[in-house]
């Protein structure tokens, strides 16, 4: 299984930006998608799920101002953040899930709101 993710950055608040990571060597379609992110000095946070149905659930925190996608033919998922603010900082993390044998994590990207 690989992964292959986009690059994070250093943003402002209220900009924007999106998040992908391509997933191979898996049937992607049939998977669920989550987005986790982990702050320093805090416990990691489930962000965002998408289901092999589409249907996408949202953290309290984001909701509202992040949008999670997929792109099976493309085997790429999507994670678009609006509006950051500094308290979204944190490294994201894509996973893969199917079942405790099948799941699959990125890397990891670094993501940091600030002025």
């Known amino acids: 299984v690989q992964f292959t993710e986009s690059r994070g950055g250093l943003v402002q608040p209220g900009e924007s930006l999106r998040l992908s990571c391509t997933i191979s060597?898996?049937?992607?379609?049939?998977?669920?998608l989550r987005w986790f992110r982990h702050a320093s000095g805090k416990a990691r946070e489930l962000v965002a799920v998408i289901g092999a149905d589409d249907r996408a659930n949202y953290a309290d925190s984001v909701k509202g101002r992040f949008t999670n996608s997929r792109d099976n033919d493309k085997e790429t998922m999507y994670l678009q953040m609006n509006n950051l603010k500094p308290e979204d900082t944190a490294d994201y993390y894509c996973n893969a899930y199917l079942n405790e044998g099948q799941n699959w994590w990125g890397q990891g990207i670094q993501v940091t709101v600030s002025s």
């Open positions: 060597g898996i049937s992607f379609g049939i998977y669920e």
